[in-house]
């Protein structure tokens, strides 16, 4: 499968009654990626994970589409087709368990329990996951561990489509590692897309870099 | 099956977070209780000086206002939940997280209150127990189908104007007009602590407005004189056209809602 943005713009509105000028984050944003590993780099601000909530139907754009395999496809299709990973991984219960909210959201992807069990147990190893963080409540996570997790609620779903916004964050070598390997193993069947600053991990887990400036693509970045 | 996938985990993720609060879990379900015995005593010190306004009724006040509070305990569940719920999500952002995900709106709707329907029903059950077996109240009049009947049709009523309410919390996060016309007034001028016959006619005539009049009043009769679809026909006609109303345009607005709130990009806001 290969997802592609097609034109597309996004102003945040500023706060109403607030006055000032709304914040525009992607003026006309072409981007296509296919099987394999695409990273996206680009300064703070330039549109990187704006660019990825929109190519996963979480945030709707002011215009331009969306196309999957060629197709323009609506958010909520784009919800069912794609796995995204967001840089903060607060987004959890803090309450229950890691495995617990494991899960929890992999039932609302349509994962049975077993099989949500399973791929955490297949997939945390690599991660530097024991059983015991996974059986520790979320809220006693380290934010390195968190973080972990984060990256194994958006790889069990097993999408055709895997967006990761700045997944080395807060990881050891170890762990970073590990990602690596996981992510070499699902280019072949994936289309994956990496935005990070880590130039020096970007670099090994992408086949190409493109690169984002003031919203729309700079081409792509020399390796 | 995907619906049912979604409020079975929803229903486990709530259980086991309210359990984390083991303190306000067993309180949750002690209060319960405290606030029936409060009536009881109002009852000792002024049951009589109501008993005109209740002839209706055929009861007295505690047997009144102990049906009406069980009942709108467990309807108000559906007018507060909805918001409550929704709003602790963007709270402690997961709400973002959960619409990133295939979930459908009705089985969001259905999957984010599903905790609070169950406990609201516990809470029943622990009136209805109270009613039987503690304060060994004459129920022996009930028409339970028309009863039933008018508990189906509040609560659908009642669930809509909290999707509704729960509309102005996605958009505006905080500040919902509906809201607090709920937990302010519905209570008050809905007869659930007293007949509505108490009040002046200007107030008498607000009260009219609001469905919880007719769904208290209804199911008042039917529990306690038996009331059929002739005597009690008013008011359950009237519920049934809140329904009518009311369903319809609160999932579809409650499903606009979800699809333009992304828009600005505050999903994650709180």
Partial sequence: MFIEARGIEKTFPAPAFGGGAGLRALAGLDLKAGTGITGLAGPNGSGKTTALKVLAGVLLADSGEVLADGKPESPERLRALVSYCPANPRGFYFRISAAENLRFFGALAGLPPAEAAGAAAELAPPLGLSAADLGRRFDALSEGTMQKVSLLRALSRRAPVLLLDEPFRGLDEAACAGLLGLLSGLSGSTAVVIASHDAALLGKAAGRILRITDGTNGGEAAR | ?270
């Avoid at chain 2, 709108?72 to 559906?78: K, P, W």
């Avoid at chain 2, 909805?82 to 619409?99: I, K, M, P």
């Avoid at chain 2, 406990?119 to 009613?131: N, R, S």
């Fill in chain 2, 1 to 270: 099956m995907r619906t049912l996938r979604a409020a079975a985990a929803f229903l486990r993720k709530d259980f086991l977070t309210e359990r984390s609060y083991r303190l306000s879990f067993a309180l949750g379900a002690a209060g319960t209780l405290s606030g029936i015995l409060v009536f009881y005593f109002i009852d000792k010190l002024f049951g009589s000086a109501l008993a005109p306004h209740l002839a209706p009724y055929g009861t007295g006040y505690f047997t009144y206002v102990f049906t009406a509070t069980a009942f709108f305990g467990y309807i108000g569940t559906g007018a507060g939940a909805y918001s409550e719920r929704l709003r602790l999500e963007q709270a402690q952002g997961t709400l973002e997280a959960v619409l990133s995900t295939p979930i459908t709106t009705g089985a969001f709707l259905l999957a984010l209150t599903a905790w609070n329907f169950i406990f609201a029903t516990f809470e029943l059950l622990v009136y209805a127990a109270c009613a039987v077996f503690l304060f060994k109240l004459d129920l022996a009049a009930a028409n339970w189908p028309a009863a039933a009947l008018v508990f189906a049709l509040s609560a659908a009523c009642f669930a809509s104007l909290g999707i509704l309410s729960s509309c102005f919390v996605m958009l505006f996060k905080r500040g919902n007009p509906l809201a607090w016309v709920l937990n302010n007034f519905e209570g008050l001028l809905g007869g659930v602590y007293f007949p509505v016959t108490l009040f002046p006619p200007w107030l008498a005539a607000v009260s009219n407005l609001l469905p919880v009049t007719y769904a208290v009043r209804a199911f008042q009769l039917t529990v306690h004189k038996g009331a059929g679809l002739a005597a009690a026909g008013g008011d359950i006609l009237a519920l049934a056209l809140f329904d009518l109303a009311l369903v319809p345009a609160s999932v579809y607005l409650f499903h606009l809602s979800i699809e333009r709130a992304p828009a600005p990009g505050t999903l994650g806001q709180y």
